[in-house]
């Protein structure tokens, strides 16, 4: 049996050169489409920068959205993990409100836009918050805009968030909204991490 299995994938893999090699030449346009589509698959030095996220992370959060109430303040943890070699998954629990919090956020670098993109998921909600990021000139701050669903107002609201890299171990994510019925942008949340040691 082994013998035959062996047999069929040599004869297959020589079907696929001597159809390779019978193939016709792309023509100009046909080259420069795959070029442009290799250059936009192929991962830089942003996605570097996100695997450096990799591993266990404690975060201390502090939250408010009324601005006549005091910051509330919790602990928590997030799990990043790298996707496919190029985007970071990041897995948060904390208490949020006085009730257990968990959210799911994918980040990646998207070569085409030239932007960092976001999603963002939790169990306070059904919406998703899509957000696209631009580096500064350092690369170590990404300035995102974000819109997701209001659920006071039912229609879509702009979201700001800043993350600001201060070495390989911590880092922090600010996010700033417009609280229904005020017109005044307020800081809503600061998120500071800490890599686990």
């Not at 922090?172 to 019925?181: L, V």
């Amino acid at each position: 049996m082994k013998k035959w299995t062996a047999l069929a994938a040599i004869t297959l893999f020589v079907a696929t050169i001597a159809f390779a090699a019978d193939a016709p030449k792309p023509t100009a346009d046909q080259q420069a489409m795959m070029d442009k589509m290799a250059k936009a698959a192929t991962p830089g030095p942003q996605h570097e920068m996100l695997k450096k996220l990799a591993g266990e992370w404690t975060t201390s959060i502090k939250f408010q959205t009324d601005p006549s109430q005091p910051m509330q303040e919790s602990q928590g943890t997030s799990t990043i993990t790298i996707l496919m070699d190029r985007y970071c998954q990041e897995s948060a629990s904390s208490q949020m409100m006085g009730q257990p919090f968990s959210g799911l956020g994918i980040t990646g670098y998207d070569n085409v836009i030239g932007k960092y993109v976001s999603t963002w998921i939790d169990n306070l909600g059904t919406g998703i918050l899509t957000s696209t990021g631009t580096p500064d000139a350092s690369g170590k701050v990404i300035t995102w805009s974000g819109t997701m669903s209001d659920p006071m107002t039912g229609k879509p609201t702009k979201e700001r968030m800043i993350t600001k890299f201060v070495d390989d171990n911590h880092y922090t994510f600010e996010m700033y909204g417009t609280p229904s019925g005020s017109k005044k942008e307020m800081k809503m949340m600061t998120i500071e991490y800490s890599r686990k040691q």
